[in-house]
């Protein structure tokens, strides 16, 4: 029955702490799609040396993202949750679909070309690998559906295209996959300062972590930029104040949004009692999913447990597609 159900799998990159975009534009759905799907969630190791080659910090930032991963309500019971380097099968793959891929076409991937001028002094053939390597995670696993962001969806048609030229000369092996968001539902999580969306590279005082103090919330939520309201009823909503206004949305009830809406449109709105009350409301719903991933870290026999079991399940399914490859491309002398 299991295996009836479609296969879903996703990855991200342990280089940082988690923030609300990454929760409400990714996690969030992976939780959702984990009683529907076979899904299969994974942390990209490999991936984050492409770009942190000091790997200092790599084991506490691993932990911290699987515990925070469970504390959004992954359950290792219900998904397969992983990490890359835990399963070799991925790297062998990666072996053989390097050969689907040309030169050229990595040179020209809009992530590769960023990544490029971020660091052009560790140009490494990894980096410009990186969709190859991406490619080997969701075959591996034979996924059709593939969460993710706007960003990424030149990786997953890179990967359809190795699938298909292996599968051109090999044998129809490799199942093809597509992106997969909720469309509409995919929330756009706006930075504190409204300019752009929460992210990685982003200033720390302007986003949100799974792992911010209710003090800290508080104190980045009342520090936001506000001015002295609309003069003209139902004026335009400056940048700054929209995406408070979105990030009241998510996280707030109808009814306080609404009331803040109509004292905007009023003219007499007071942003201070906006962001006090918009900083409350984030903080009952970060202050458990902090809570319950501190304790999941603490608990280093879980923790243990956890991934092994991740582990041995992900290799396992990587087993099967991995000895149809091998049987494919004729690698059998005895
Ligand atoms: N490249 C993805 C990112 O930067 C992370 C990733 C690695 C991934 N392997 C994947 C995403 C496989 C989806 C499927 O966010």
Redesign the pocket.
Known sequence: MEGKKEIV?????PTGFVHLGNYFG?IRNWVNMQTEFDCYF?V?DW?SLTTHPDTKELQTNVHRLMSELIGSGLDPEKCVLYI?SDVPEIAELYLYLNMMAYKGELEKTV?FKDKVRMQPDNVNAGLLT??V??SA??LIHR?VK????K??EQ??EMTRNFAERFNHRYGDVLSLPYAFNYGSELTKVMSLDGIGKMSKSENQMNTLYLADDDDSIRKKIMKAKTDSGPTEPNSVKPDFIDGLFSLMKIVSKNDVVEKFESDFNNCNIRYGDMKKQLAEDMINFISPIRKRTEDIRKDENYMKRVMKLGAEKARENANITLQTVRNAIGLKYY
């Open positions: 799998l996703s990855g991200i990159r990714a994974c990209v991936h890359q992530t990186y969709p390597l991406q995670d969701i996924a593939v969460p993710v962001g960003d990424q990786h997953i």
